[in-house]
């Protein structure tokens, strides 16, 4: 099997509105980095590949073909409370304040511009999840 480098065996594709303004949300609020952009004839989005944290996310413009997709993504970061500040700072809600967990996780919840609930987590253990 082959895989591009930067994919993993799955991948988050997210479909959304205002691909840019999103693209630009993820580079503020979690350091995001563009890798590429396709476009559409008309200048959308076709599809755009970001880097974050070592994985890639693929991300397009929303159409009546293929609505705004909403899902919940898990974050690994150095520093949960700085990122969920970075984050709200960014413009996202924040749902969940940042606080340790029984499982040795540092956890915070937001819900980004597009609807997409983040858990924003600093492992604060090397012991396994469970």
């Known amino acids: 099997m082959r895989i591009p480098k930067g994919f993993a065996g799955v991948s988050p594709y997210l479909f959304v509105a205002d691909a840019s303004d999103y693209i630009r949300f993820l580079q503020d609020a979690f350091g995001a980095a563009e890798l590429g952009r396709s476009l559409t004839p008309d ?42 500040d970075r984050a709200v700072q960014a413009g996202a809600e924040l ?10 996780d540092r956890q915070s919840g937001v819900r980004d511009p597009a609807g997409t609930i983040w858990w924003i987590s600093q492992r604060l253990t090397d012991e396994p999840y469970f």
């Open 95 to 104: 749902i969940m304040e940042p606080s340790d967990m029984p499982y040795g």
């Open 43 to 84: 200048g959308r989005i076709a599809n755009a590949q970001v880097q974050l944290s070592g994985t890639t996310l693929m991300i397009s413009e929303a159409s009546d073909g293929f609505p705004p997709s909403r899902s919940a993504l898990y974050l690994y970061v150095d520093d949960a409370d700085a990122t969920t």
